[in-house]
């Protein structure tokens, strides 16, 4: 495409040579053909030394150097949509292998692409221009929207729901169990796990991430919401829409996480906690069972706290040796002074 062109697409003002462009790449390594963008201070310091063909940047760019820009109001989100443009990856050919096995009363929709080894349902219910990744398993009564995409080993328990153009990274596993036991008569019984779990539009799910089925009612994920590797949504979460959850976090039963909120990675969150509108949880924190994280607060730690209230007492952990050498002293100097007075009193 040519810059005139990929400015008109984004609806933005460009300025400079126009040119086609043969690729995207980073502001330290774009070549004369390529673009890239200045998302902030550190890409504006290294625009100047860039070999970007067209950078897209923001408005208020200053250009010393009369090179080609497309003036965006967010740089990086307008990346995004131009890399999506420009380097779209591969999508299998449209059609059903002959290994895939399909259950009786399935519907699929047009334009579908089955892998390999691939089983279905029966009842299920497939939106067009979905691709279903080789050796993937899908649920009988699984309900799934159009344009998604499922990679290899993707397994999706009966009567999941899923909404349109969700993501699917191999490995995760969509409507298992919740864990939930019951103590009776010196033995666990298994609480049985007859709810469902419903996926909204829009979102992607993580290699090897597990989202369980409600025990009764749903387990839902609000559309939008993007959940990394290694991460687990016990049953009966709520995930709002739009949450980003970075790797390795885990919620418990009940756990409700509001509209917008940012979980970072290695978060532990416990039963029927509550992460309200968005709030961001720092990496590593830990949530107890019952909390409520207010609607914007920044919180760190474990116990999770406000972040200035972590940072403060972060600082006096760090001064911990020099305060303990300090009381060594004072103590010193105390038994020092305790002795002289008992000689002057004999």
Not at 133 to 151: E, K, N, P, Y
Not at 231 to 256: E, L, M, P, W, Y
Not at 301 to 320: C, D, S, V
Request: hydrophobic fraction near 40%; include cysteine; charged fraction near 20%.
């Amino acid at each position: 495409m040519k810059i005139s062109e990929i400015a008109e697409w984004l609806g933005a003002m460009w300025e400079g040579t126009d040119f086609e462009a043969t690729g995207v790449a980073s502001v330290e390594s774009a070549g004369v053909g390529e673009i890239s963008f200045v998302g902030g201070r550190k890409a504006a310091s290294l625009a100047a030394a860039s070999q970007a063909g067209c950078l897209l940047a923001p408005v208020d760019f200053e250009n010393g150097a009369g090179r080609t820009l497309i003036r965006v109001k967010d740089p990086r989100g307008a990346f995004a949509r131009v890399v999506a443009r420009m380097a779209p990856g591969r999508k299998p050919v449209a059609g059903i292998h002959p290994t895939a096995v399909i259950g009786a009363g399935v519907e699929l929709g047009a334009e579908l692409s089955v892998g390999p080894q691939v089983t279905i349902g029966d009842g299920a219910r497939i939106g067009d221009g979905t691709v279903i990744g080789a050796g993937s398993s899908i649920g009988a009564g699984v309900q799934m929207g159009a344009g998604c995409r499922l990679h290899a080993n993707v397994t999706l328990y009966e009567d999941v729901v899923v909404g349109s153009r969700c993501v699917l990274h191999s490995g995760c596993v969509i409507g298992a169990d919740g864990f939930g036991f019951v103590m009776s008569g010196g033995r666990y019984e298994k609480f049985p796990q007859v709810g469902k779990v419903v996926i909204g539009d829009d979102v992607e799910i993580g290699a090897n991430t597990c989202i369980d089925r409600a025990a009764l009612g749903v387990t839902a994920i609000g559309d939008g919401t993007k959940l990394d590797n290694m991460v687990h949504i016990a049953h009966n979460c709520r995930i709002g829409k739009h949450v980003v959850v970075a790797a390795q976090t885990g919620f418990s039963g009940g756990v409700v996480v509001e509209d917008y909120a940012v979980v970072g990675g290695q978060v532990g969150v416990g039963d029927k906690a509550v992460i309200e509108s968005k709030a961001v949880v720092g990496s590593g924190a830990g949530i107890l069972t019952s909390k409520i994280v207010r609607g914007g607060q920044v919180v760190w730690g474990t116990p999770a706290r406000p972040l200035k209230q972590y940072l403060e007492q972060l600082a006096i952990f760090g001064k911990l040796p020099e305060i303990n050498e300090e009381l060594k002293q004072l103590r010193k100097r105390v038994e020092e002074l305790s002795g002289a007075g008992g000689s002057g009193r004999a």
